[in-house]
């Protein structure tokens, strides 16, 4: 093939970046279309062909452009695709890849920037589309992480180039090349042989011009790791070399380029995160139609990064916050009720918030929060929490005929404020009976040995405080008890909804008695 392009001297060979203007195709040993290429029908009516001796569908995230269908992309975000850098596409024009499923798909190019060292565009480039993919149409790839380049050499890759076929390489060598883009590219090097003898396979492959740009890969387990990106051909008297530039050693770049977007690229083994969710209330306790806030946090208590991170927020209907304000994160969509957000990373230890805030909160028995969170390396986990409001005294007592916490609308002696932080009846003259507990407190000594037990609403911000004495005056009254006291909070037994029984337990001593009294406190905002 021609390869009608720049080119330049490396040791004793000639080096071609090879875009090519003849659109001809990767060559394979033993070329079969039903053996190699990707497709059938391509371009204008692609179907994926079951019987390459690759697994074809494997590789849905290899695109191609229409306006030159040489050109392949490799797509490592659901929104950015690699290319060669002296064979990129153009910004505004589209991407077409073929699903899973069989459906093709189109993608608009929005933007175009190169990988720089030292200034200077080695020959790869990043693609960022207009809109993103979404897993269930084609999946990232993720990149070979093998560590030092020592391990990658000897390795067998499925390479990819022109006209939408793949054939067989194997790595031999890495080296930094001259690409004449602007920097050197690192790059490791796929060595064909000529002359067909015992060391050969039918699908060995070698580039050819508009190979440029089509990605090389080494399959492990069923799955595919990104390795390289073909950008230049040289040869000899023995064999043909393909040059692909390595995408491992230009990671760090490009997850700088793609941050902003909130995506970085995906290692294929990476380390596991260990993701926890932390809520922050305020105040601490939410009352229905007073503003609230609750800080949504995602903490990554890995000794690693926790990379290409999601978080949902899903309300229930009618509940949603007024706004949510999410520092650090990209936000992916909102919702009547849901908001979904991505991060790039998030560091040991570190905590990345979402903020809601209501101005007035939903009255509600139950406000059940979903949190759904993922990363790269960990199964996406949910979590639930209530953020239900607390009955409020006025909402308690809207409906009283004299409604002050000091008044007692059923004339039984007992203020109203008593009546709702015991569980008294506002209507009649007694207390409720509930699973065979009355609600009201008791105190009870027998044998020096005082109990002093009164039920707690776990539905409200109210303030229990115990107060002791030893003469019942007024001004003398403490809340430090003269003598040890145990303290314990529990459920009644059967349980009684939206209530718990505290307990104050002590010993006389040597004293000949105690007084022990519950004030109850109302904050201001009820």
Not at 134 to 146: D, G, H, I, Q, W
Not at 238 to 250: A, E, R
Request: contains cysteine; negative net charge.
């Amino acid at each position: 093939m021609k390869k009608q392009s720049q080119c330049w001297m490396v040791a004793s060979f000639f080096l071609c970046i090879f875009c090519g203007g003849v659109a001809e195709a990767l060559v394979i040993r033993s070329y079969s279309a039903a053996r190699h290429d990707r497709f059938t029908g391509f371009p204008s009516a692609p179907v994926w062909n079951d019987t390459a001796w690759y697994d074809s569908r494997l590789f849905a995230g290899v695109g191609w452009w229409p306006n030159d269908v040489r050109r392949q992309f490799t797509l490592v975000s659901p929104v950015h695709i690699l290319v060669a850098n002296h064979f990129a596409p153009t910004v505004n024009s589209q991407v077409k890849f073929l699903t899973a499923d069989g459906e093709v798909v189109s993608r608009t190019i929005s933007a175009i920037e190169n990988v720089l060292v030292g200034g200077s565009a080695v020959d790869v480039c990043l693609c960022t589309l207009s809109e993103p993919l979404a897993k269930s149409e084609v999946t990232p790839f993720a990149y070979m992480n093998l560590g030092s380049e020592t391990y990658y050499i000897g390795k067998e890759v499925v390479v990819f180039g022109t006209s939408a076929r793949a054939g067989y390489g194997k790595i031999s060598t890495y080296l930094t090349v001259n690409a004449n883009v602007g920097a050197a590219t690192r790059s490791f090097r796929i060595d064909y042989k000529k002359t067909a003898d015992s060391t050969t396979t039918i699908d060995d492959a070698y580039g050819e011009g508009g190979d440029s740009g089509s990605p090389s890969f080494i399959v492990t387990d069923g799955r595919p790791g990104l390795v390289g990106i073909n950008f230049a051909v040289s040869g000899d008297t023995t064999y043909n070399y393909l040059y692909c530039s390595s995408i491992p050693y230009y990671v760090t770049a490009l997850n700088t380029l793609m941050e902003p977007t909130g995506y970085r690229m995906i290692p294929f083994t990476p380390p596991t995160p260990i993701l926890g969710t932390l809520r922050v209330k305020e105040p601490e306790t939410f009352v229905a139609g007073q503003q609230a806030v609750c800080q949504f946090g995602l903490k990554n208590y890995a000794s690693g990064v926790a990379g290409n991170v999601t978080m949902t927020l899903t309300f229930p209907s009618g509940a949603a916050p007024d706004s949510i304000s999410a520092p650090g994160w990209v936000v992916e969509s909102v919702g009547t009720d849901e908001w979904r957000f991505r991060k790039a990373s998030i560091a040991s230890m570190v905590t990345a918030t979402a903020t809601a805030t209501w101005a007035s909160f939903p009255e509600r028995a139950s406000l059940y929060v979903k949190t759904t969170y993922g990363a790269d390396g960990a199964t996406e986990k949910t979590f639930y929490s209530d953020l239900a409001p607390v009955t409020s005294y006025a909402e308690w007592a809207r409906f009283f005929a004299d409604p002050d916490p000091v008044g007692d609308s059923d004339g039984d002696g007992i203020g109203n404020l008593l009546e709702y932080a015991f569980g008294g009846d506002p209507h009649a003259a007694s207390w409720k009976t509930v699973a065979g507990n009355t609600l009201m407190p008791s105190i009870v000594s027998e044998d020096g040995q005082v109990t002093l037990a009164f039920p707690v609403r776990s539905d409200s911000a109210l303030t229990y405080t115990v107060e002791y004495s030893d003469t019942m005056e007024e001004g003398v009254w403490t809340t430090e008890p003269p003598v040890p006291v145990t303290t314990t909070t529990a459920a009644f037994d059967p349980a009684v909804e939206s209530y718990s029984l505290r307990t104050i337990s002590y010993s006389l001593g040597e004293m000949p008695h105690i007084f022990s009294r519950v004030r109850v406190t109302l904050p201001d905002s009820e």
